[in-house]
């Protein structure tokens, strides 16, 4: 069941969900708006001449307030609000009409698992022919929260917990890279 600004209200009131920093009318009929953060990171191009599922990309972090997103160019951003959410709801990141209208696509993966506790890294893709200046502070995306029918067995505790800041890709550490123990 999808949360309604009532019942997301409620749930941050009483500590229950926590969004902070969370200002007077970010929570919307049934999403809450969150803004983007001064944190961003790219691909340092000049240090890989590709990229595997193996290996840890190399990352040049940006800290500043305004940041141009070329044409037909990537970049990680941030939330500037951290949130954590309790074992029995989970929240869907959508990007906002009115950003996707000028050809900038959001996305973190699109899902964000019950249990989960940080800030959201943002997957930001310029499909326009033109550059789209972007500014911290303004609202980016949206979380769309759902109650589960029962609290997860397994919380979310994988490698991107309590994260802060924009973070690239940990697929290097997934269990597939990991040597078998043998026995």
């Known amino acids: 069941m999808i949360l309604s600004d009532r019942a997301l209200q409620e749930m941050v009131n009483s ?3 926590k969004i ?7 929570i919307q009929p049934a999403s809450v708006d969150l ?15 590709y990229m595997t599922l193996k290996d840890k990309p190399e990352y040049e972090r940006l800290e500043q307030d305004e940041i141009v997103i070329p044409p ?10 951290y949130i954590a959410l309790p074992d029995d709801v989970t929240a869907f990141v959508e990007g906002r009409s009115s950003i996707g209208r000028m050809g900038l696509f959001i996305q973190n993966a699109g899902w964000v698992d019950p249990g989960f506790e940080g800030q959201i890294t943002l997957e930001l893709y310029n ?6 200046k972007l500014f911290a ?7 769309v929260f759902a109650r589960m029918d029962q609290p997860a067995a397994r919380p979310y505790s994988g490698k991107y917990q309590k994260q802060q800041q924009a973070v690239g890709s940990r697929a290097y550490l997934d269990e597939e890279n990991q040597p078998a123990e043998s026995g």
């Open 15 to 17: 500590g229950e969900l």
């Open 35 to 49: 803004r983007l953060d001064s944190s961003f990171l790219k691909i340092n191009e000049n240090l890989m001449e």
């Open 137 to 143: 502070g303004r609202r980016i995306c949206q979380l």
């Open 127 to 132: 499909a326009n022919r033109l550059p789209i």
């Open 72 to 81: 037909h160019s990537f970049l990680l951003a941030a939330t500037a609000e």
């Open 20 to 26: 902070k920093p969370l200002e007077p009318g970010q």
